[in-house]
């Protein structure tokens, strides 16, 4: 069973940082293309941030300039930093990952439980 586990959420003053971090273990044969979703109450899951095997990265709007994406591949690992949080930020963050568990399977598309993050003013 592939896992995703979150860490690093908490309290942060506005203008702070944060450092959010998600292991996948389980059966991997590869880990493709990892990211991190957001989810404020009562509003959509939103893209923080995405990153390929390859070093890639794309950012949401939200999130472009404020948040850097960055991955361990020999860790199953990828992490989320900012140096400028802002109250809109408070949600719940997720980790996402596909995972391809054998060579004879396809790519899953899996999920963390989300780690959740307050910015207070």
């Known amino acids: 069973q592939v896992q995703l586990v979150e860490s690093g959420g908490g309290l942060v003053q506005a203008g702070g940082s944060l450092r959010l971090s998600c292991v996948v273990s389980?059966?991997?044969?590869?880990?493709?293309?990892m990211a991190w979703y957001r989810q404020a109450p009562e509003k959509e899951r939103e893209l923080v941030a995405t990153?390929?095997?390859?070093?890639?990265?794309d950012y949401g709007a939200s999130a472009k300039g404020r948040f850097t994406i960055s991955r361990d591949n020999a860790q199953n690992a990828v992490f989320l930093h900012s140096d400028d949080l802002k109250p809109e930020d408070t949600a719940v963050y997720f980790c996402?990952?596909?995972?391809?568990?054998?060579?004879?399977?396809?790519?899953?598309?899996?999920w963390g439980r989300g780690t959740q993050v307050t910015v207070s003013s």
């Open positions: 990153m390929g095997r390859g070093g890639s990265t």
């Open positions: 996402y990952a596909e995972v391809k568990s054998m060579w004879n399977t396809p790519f899953e598309k899996h």
């Open positions: 389980g059966p991997i044969y590869i880990l493709s293309d």
